[in-house]
Every structure is written in structure tokens, then in C-alpha cells.
């Protein structure tokens, strides 16, 4: 007979050894498509002060001035995946950053457990995966994600550096967190962008700070939120906490 002891132990294992990540070096099409998404969205991300990283080559900067234009679309992605496939892409640009985010996997997937036994006890929708898809960009800005597939796109360097931080779980379990809150919260009261980040910071920072000790918390959105999420007890309700602040602004 099994004791109480051992029953903890193992539930505690597997727990520990649940695998909630897929990560993947980026085909040419795939990235091709990151740096088509740059440009078509280059007035925005300029206008919200990203850094964004783009090939050095003069193709680039001329679809970049016909964005700003608006005179760029679907037509001008063969030339993009042209430039890569023949010129830029290399599968091995990837291996450094690979190897950074394997050392951290263990480390994000417990903190994916722990959330999804977190947002048991909220009275609002967190979507959850049962596997994220981390996907690699040496373009565009510090991360992104697509909420209805679970994919983060991880933007990293040659030499495997990310954005923001040397760690990239921060960017990752950042980008969970917002997939986690983009039906149910942000789009549910069209957020403004800024207010959408300084949310997922306030959750990420209120979660898992002993985890991700170097996590920052940007200098966007409305700082009257902090008021009003300051603990776990506070994100139990985030719904009817978004509501109210809708309402008195």
C-alpha cells in the first residue's frame, strides 16, 4: 500500500515532468512571414517605440518606405522569401538561442503548471494550451503571439541574445500570459495597447516574481491599474476589476 508521502512525491514528479513546450527553429517561409508582418505593421510598432530588426538589405528598405506609403501588401512576400531563401536564411543562426531556452524549459513549465492551477480558482476565462509552440525570429520586436494557436514567436540573435532580457523565459511566459487574457479581457473592452501590456506585466509580476526576479514591468498604459491589481486576490476577479476601470475612464 502506497502512503500519503509517496502518493505526493509521485503526483509531484509528474507534475514537475509535464511537457508544456514544442520548440522549433523557423522554416524560410515562416520567417519570411515575421518579416512581412514587420513591414505591414512597421507605422505601428515605430509609432509604439519597438526596436524592430529587419535583414540589411536594400529589398528591405525599399518595401519599408512602401509600407510607410501604404503601397505594400500580399504581392511583395515572394521577393521576401526570395531574398532569404537564396541570400539570408541559415537553420544554424538558431542553435545558441536553442540551447538558452532548453536550459530554461523546466523552469517555464512549471511555472505553466502553476498557472493553470491558479486560474481554477478565477471566476473569468484564462485560455489555456496544452502545449505552446515557441518559435524562433531573428526579426520583428521582442516576442509575439498568436492567441487561437498557442504560438510564441521568440525573437533571438545569432548569437543568441533576446530582448529585454538575457533570460528568455521572461518573453516567453510574458506572451503566454497574453494569449491567456486576449479573448476574455482585451478584446472583450478593446483595450488600448498600452493598458493590454502593463495587465499582462502587473499578472506576470504578481505571479511568478520569485521565479523571474529580473522581470520589468514597461513604462506603458495607464499606471491607475496598479491600484486596483495588487495581489493573487485581486486576479481572481480581473473581469469585474476591468469593468470598473472601464467605467470611471
Not at 537553420?91 to 530554461?104: M, S
Not at 511555472?111 to 486560474?119: F, P, S
Not at 528568455?168 to 506572451?175: L, M
Amino acid at each position: 500500500m502506497f502512503s500519503l508521502v509517496t502518493l505526493l512525491y509521485q503526483s509531484c514528479t509528474l507534475q514537475a515532468q509535464t511537457d508544456h513546450l514544442s520548440i522549433a527553429v523557423p522554416t524560410v517561409e515562416q520567417e519570411a512571414s515575421s518579416i512581412w508582418r514587420t513591414i505591414n505593421d512597421v507605422n505601428f510598432l515605430e509609432g509604439q517605440g519597438y526596436q524592430i530588426h529587419l535583414p540589411e538589405e536594400d529589398l528591405i528598405s525599399t518595401l519599408i518606405a512602401q509600407s510607410k506609403n501604404g503601397q505594400f501588401g500580399n504581392n511583395d512576400f515572394p521577393a521576401i522569401y526570395n531574398l532569404l531563401a537564396s541570400k539570408v536564411y541559415n537553420a544554424k543562426d538558431y542553435e545558441r538561442a536553442l540551447k538558452k531556452v532548453n536550459a530554461e524549459k523546466d523552469l517555464i513549465n512549471r511555472l505553466v503548471q502553476q498557472l493553470k492551477e491558479t486560474q481554477k480558482t478565477w471566476d473569468w476565462e484564462f485560455k489555456l494550451f496544452d502545449n505552446y509552440k515557441v518559435l524562433f525570429t531573428l526579426y520583428g520586436t521582442g516576442g509575439s503571439y498568436d492567441p487561437d494557436s498557442g504560438t510564441v514567436t521568440l525573437f533571438t540573435t545569432t548569437e543568441g541574445q533576446f530582448m529585454k532580457y538575457s533570460h528568455p523565459a521572461n518573453t516567453i511566459v510574458h506572451e503566454i500570459v497574453h494569449m491567456g487574457i486576449e479573448h476574455s479581457i482585451v478584446q472583450k473592452y478593446q483595450l488600448p495597447h498600452g493598458l493590454k501590456e502593463r495587465i499582462v506585466d502587473t499578472i506576470v509580476s504578481i505571479l511568478f516574481k520569485e521565479y523571474l526576479p529580473d522581470y520589468k514591468i514597461q513604462n506603458m498604459g495607464d499606471t491607475a491599474i496598479d491600484q486596483l491589481l495588487r495581489d493573487k486576490e485581486d486576479l481572481s476577479t480581473l473581469d469585474s476589476i476591468i469593468q470598473e476601470y472601464m467605467t470611471r475612464n
